[in-house]
């Protein structure tokens, strides 16, 4: 089993700040996904795309070609997540009839400029591919070829179009409690996705703020 993890250049520090929740809870190894990295290992060769929010807006699809034959399950976040509990009991919900498994979610959106001044676009499936745990011998993936993470429209990948829908399982939606859509909780979830933006990008309205600033902390105090 392996992590990956989106890396934006222009956010250094959520990224670490991610990684520090991870460290402090689970022991399964994660590693960046850096555009420039799979630029320069040829797995990636796509022109800029001027509607990506993030520089791992579609390196995230790469996923299969960043392991080895030993390892049959990973897990992909965007940069911007937390993570309160360990994720080994992300990883026990893993089904081998599925290809991948999501948290479905169905939210329309509200904002239409993100706070790093990004447009705010909405489509089906939206947020679906933020984690994503991925099984790697579903002969379904099998389909996703080099070329069609280069090639293949953004909303092709985003939506799974390779897949079937039967294909394509479900997570527990704590695991992907999205800020400024889903209501607080008295218990934090289990992952906490900051969607419209993180201290770091001046976002200082964010819920469970005691919560990240304490994993930003200790990333700063390592």
Same mark, same amino acid.
């Given at each position: 089993m392996k992590i990956f993890i989106g890396w934006d250049s222009r956010e250094p520090g959520t990224y670490a700040t991610c990684v520090e929740s991870i460290r402090k809870t689970s022991s399964i190894p994660y590693a960046p996904i850096k555009q420039q990295e799979m630029r320069n290992r040829n797995l990636y060769w796509r022109e800029p795309d001027t509607k990506a929010a993030t520089e791992f807006s579609l390196t995230r699809f790469l996923v299969p070609w960043l392991v080895d034959e030993t390892t049959n399950w990973a897990l992909f976040c965007d940069g =911007?997540?937390?993570f309160t509990r360990d994720l080994q009991e992300l990883f026990d919900q893993r089904d081998p009839t599925k290809a991948v498994q999501v948290v #479905?979610? &169905?939210?329309? %959106?509200? !904002?239409? %400029? #993100?706070?790093d001044g990004q447009l705010q676009y909405m489509y089906p499936r939206k947020w679906w591919s933020a984690l994503v745990l991925w099984n790697l011998n579903h002969p379904g993936n099998a389909r996703l070829t080099l070329k069609d993470v280069n090639t293949q429209p953004p909303s092709y990948l985003h939506r799974f179009s390779w897949l079937k829908d039967n294909e394509i399982g479900s997570l527990s939606p704590e695991?992907?409690?999205? =800020?400024?859509? &889903? !209501?607080?909780?008295v218990i934090y979830p289990s992952g906490i996705h900051y969607t419209l933006g993180t201290p770091e990008l001046g976002n200082e309205d964010i819920q469970y703020k005691s919560l990240w600033e304490s994993f930003s902390y200790a990333r700063n105090n390592v």
């Open positions: =911007d997540f937390i #479905k979610h &169905d939210h329309t %959106v509200k !904002e239409s %400029v #993100k706070m695991w992907h409690w999205l =800020d400024g859509y &889903d !209501e607080p909780t």
